[in-house]
């Protein structure tokens, strides 16, 4: 097992449920999984997030973290 | 849809005065670094085509008009709503009712009478960009929902004309540079698309951060101010205070942009 961190504000949180801070879940997952089946394994539809990124770099659905990794979620942001 | 507040003076590329060197109203602007006499002309031989005059069309058209673009033409199909004023300051409540496009040509051509205005009111169709964006040199994307935005962002690269998009939603917020041609594209910034929302909770003064974000992109991209973010996206967070400039990558499968994707000829 590893732990990935998931940070997500706004109208993400509702979904994300922090509880390291305000914005930020730890999750305990099996080395391998991609963010997608991260997500759904603590109930999250990926259908909620519209973006993914660590660090500078933008990251997909496929992306596979490593342990440690703090990954920020983006909810879709369609409004104008 | 009447002019008025000394009409018009001609558009990008036709002012009736002799230039912009001696226009107080753009006395504040014209020491700054990289803008000048040269960049106040360029910015009033510029043709910009806004998509949407809503949360973020009232700040880009404000600040687009206010600096000087010579001919600024929008696109809205909508009519003012009481609810969309905790946002929208180009519309009163006096004017519940009433089409945007008309109501915010008067108020735009009132504020800045040097700029060639125009507005359509009707929804956004390929034809309709292809159209307002023939002799543009920038697009930007106001809308509220991502089939207009689609629209707009294929009938700019058909005319090889970048586009400044920007999206809000709460306290969230992005604003991303897309080049005329070759990678990245909105779809390769939206891999999964879109789903159409009902209309997200959004913070006035959000909308207007990010719109104003918008603008400042638009004029630095018009005058080569300052590096260049093309093929970026910035996601801003106003409750968490992040402002993260983030480069998008090409999708090597992308059926907009991608040289090994095999596209017909428009
Ligand atoms: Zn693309």
Known sequence: MMTVYLKGGGLLREYLQPDVDEYTRRVEVAEGRTLRQILEAIGIRPVHVAMAFVGNRLVNLAYVPSDGETITLRPPVQGG | MAASGGGRRGGAGGRGRSGVAGEERYARQLALPGLGVIGQERLAQTHVVVLGAGGLGFPVLTYLGAAG????????????????????????????????????LERLRNFAPEVNWAGTDAAITLERARGLLANAQLAVDCADNFSARRILAEAARQARVPLVHGAVAGFEGQVAVLPGEGPPCLLCLYPEGQGSQVPPPVLGAVAGVVGSLMACEAIRLLLALGPRRTGSVLLVDVERGTFDWLAIPARSDCPWCSPAVARPRS
């Open chain 2, 69 to 104: 673009v010579g001919r600024i033409s929008f696109i809205d199909a909508d009519a003012v709503e009481l609810s969309n004023l905790n946002r929208q300051a180009l519309y009163t409540p006096a004017e519940v009712g009433q089409r945007k496009v008309s109501v915010a």
